[in-house]
């Protein structure tokens, strides 16, 4: 293991629900946002790649949940169990009788199979207006464009250039860019109009794939979202059984890092899942922290783990067990450890 602290990094004071730095603004957005917002996958049902099923009737009861608690954001996407997330928050918005005005709902274009082009842009937007009940979206993010052809989706009349015309349009309130492999959301970012990052399991305890990509994030005025803190599971639930990170094999460096950082978190009476969530949430970089749930009492959970004192000293002896770069999801071979 290497040390890969960030040079200069101060973490800020912690947040909680209630506190001043709870609601804060999304970057030049200016929407309001607070430091943790509910991960719509799992309400959805995603049982392939969280191990369970959740009911339709489950589903909404979160939803509604999640619209009267502290959180004031759910983060879905149009793909996500091909829309039955987004029907789901739409089915427990209409049942309480509109959208909370202090509540944000942030949602994803997607691809249809291949079909990435503009045409199938405006229609992702306009299934998403439909099932959550919503004329206007305020944040639209670009969903995963790594997966296809960069050239195509960049192109006049394109992915991209559709997401910022119906910007222009006022049909969505502002643009954002929601993937996994940093290289490529490098190029995406590069062709500027994003206001918003989204990344995932790419800014944890043990992996910093992302360093380049918030930096790049933060010259340009973007802010930045973080998703998967638990890098699928593994940080949630260190002695599960679980050897998967980011939904691939995890390296040995990496187990045996969350193995030692399980060790110093109950050494300081605390446990990994809420040091992983902590050490997001503090980051003066990431202005939210996305957080996937399926049942209200992780909710609550969620909000006990943001607002549990923890000491400095122990974020500082993590970020020492940190692993190297080369055992890191997106490092590559010619960069240097």
Not at 48 to 54: D, I, Q, S
Not at 170 to 198: K, P, Q, S, T
Not at 263 to 271: F, I, M, N, Q, V
């Amino acid at each position: 293991m290497s040390s890969n602290r960030q040079a200069g990094l101060v973490m800020t004071p912690l947040t909680a629900p209630g506190g001043s730095d709870w609601i804060r603004p999304l970057g030049a957005t200016g929407l309001p946002v607070s430091a943790v917002a509910v991960g719509g996958s799992p309400l959805g049902s995603m049982p392939e790649v969280f191990g369970h099923a959740l009911s339709y009737d489950d589903g909404v009861a979160l939803a509604a949940y999640a619209l009267d608690s502290p959180v004031r954001v759910i983060d879905t996407a149009n793909g996500y169990s091909d829309g039955e997330s987004e029907r789901r928050i739409g089915a427990a918005i209409a049942a309480r009788g509109g959208l909370p005005a202090d509540f944000l709902v942030a949602t994803k274009v997607d691809a249809q199979g291949r079909d990435y082009s503009g045409a199938r842009v405006r229609a992702s937007v306009a299934e998403s207006q439909q099932r959550l009940g919503l004329d206007h979206l305020p944040l639209v993010y670009l969903h995963d464009p790594e997966q296809h052809d960069f050239a195509e989706l960049s192109a006049p009349g394109g992915a991209v250039a559709t997401l910022m015309a119906l910007r222009d349009e006022g049909v969505i309130g502002h643009v954002g860019l929601a993937g996994g492999n940093v290289h490529e959301m490098a190029r995406y970012l590069d062709l500027g109009g994003f206001e918003v990052l989204l990344v995932h399991n790419r800014w944890t305890l043990v992996d910093r794939s992302a360093t380049d990509l918030i930096a790049q994030a933060e010259q340009s005025g973007i802010a930045v979202v973080n998703a998967a803190i638990y890098g699928g599971g593994l940080l949630a639930a260190p002695r599960g059984g679980s050897t998967t990170y980011g939904y691939r094999p995890a390296p040995e460096a990496t187990l045996r890092a969350v193995a030692a950082m399980d060790r110093l978190c109950t050494e300081h009476g605390t446990d990994l899942a809420t040091a992983a969530l902590q050490a997001s949430v503090r980051d003066p970089r990431v202005a939210m922290t996305v957080v996937g749930l399926s049942r209200p009492s992780r909710l609550d959970a969620l909000v006990t783990a943001v607002a549990q004192d923890l000491p400095e000293d122990l974020f500082t002896a993590l970020e020492d067990l940190l692993p190297a770069r080369d055992h890191w999801l997106d490092h590559r071979p010619e960069e240097t450890s």
